[in-house]
């Protein structure tokens, strides 16, 4: 990928379930090295769009390229080389030992055959030193409760060490702290140019803390796109979500934040 080129291009790209069509012509283009949110109202398309990018589902229509190559043509393993993912809901019927888990992120990056190393170790233990998972470690990732296991699988997603991090509402079980604590270590990660995040989020003020850009989903498109300092407006978010509010700057860093009229 040369210096100039985009991480993703989505072109006309349409998508839907039985009962309703969800995207519909939507078009992107995002550069590597950013941090962005996804938001819109509930049933918008943004988690059926991070699918996509992740190559979770096929488009019904429409081509999504990524690194300038169809995203179709890469070998999934391939693919878990280059982007991981958080889901929303993450669940697992087996008790694996939460180490276990977490070390399920290094596979794509193991030979056919072959056992984790030292390198796979040391990445795990950061990975769960990052997520405050270390001291349930051995513990079965099923005895564990909504917000304990969405930070194993958060760990499981850094241990993986990709260029693309992908987070579906990612922090919606987790407390104020741990909610803070791993946006600021994915945030530096981007600013250190190790990383480019791709967030859903439904909170607009924990979004416009964090994002470098917004990304604003209506009628299966992209209604506003652009920096946070730029679409972060109140007219934005009336178009949007048909509220009302008052933007203001952050008491710490001057980054808008909205106060929602009732």
């Known amino acids: 990928m040369t210096p100039d080129a985009n991480l993703f291009e989505i072109e006309n790209l349409h998508f839907g379930y039985p009962q309703r069509r969800v995207l519909q012509g939507l078009a992107l283009s995002l550069a590597p090295g950013r941090f962005y949110g996804l938001l819109g109202p509930n049933g918008c398309g943004k988690t059926t769009l991070l699918d996509l990018m992740a190559g979770l589902r096929q488009p019904a229509r429409g081509t999504i390229r990524f690194k300038g190559r169809r995203l179709n043509t890469y070998p999934r393993r391939a693919l878990a080389r280059e982007m991981a993912m958080v889901p929303q809901d993450f669940y697992i019927s087996f008790p694996f030992a939460v180490q276990d888990v977490v070390m399920m992120g290094r596979y794509p990056h193991l030979k056919r055959f072959a056992h984790p190393g030292a390198e796979d170790r040391r990445r795990v233990a950061a990975a769960m030193a990052a997520t405050d998972t270390r001291r349930f470690a051995r513990r079965p990732v099923t005895a564990l409760s909504g917000g304990e296991r969405q930070r ?81 407006r109140a007219q934005t978010l009336l178009a949007i979500y048909g509220v009302e509010g008052h933007i203001r700057p952050h008491a710490d860093d001057g980054r808008p934040q909205v106060d929602f009229r009732r």
Request: with cysteine.
């Open 152 to 232: 194993v699988v958060f760990a499981r997603a850094l241990a993986q060490d990709t260029g693309v991090l992908l987070l579906d509402e990612a922090t919606a079980n987790l407390d104020i702290r741990h909610t803070l604590d791993l946006l600021n270590r994915v945030r530096d990660n981007v600013r250190e140019g190790r990383q480019t995040v791709i967030a859903v989020f439904q909170d607009v003020n924990l979004a416009a803390m964090y994002c470098d850009e917004m990304l604003f989903i209506k009628d299966g498109r992209i209604a506003e796109q652009g920096p946070t300092d730029a679409v972060m």
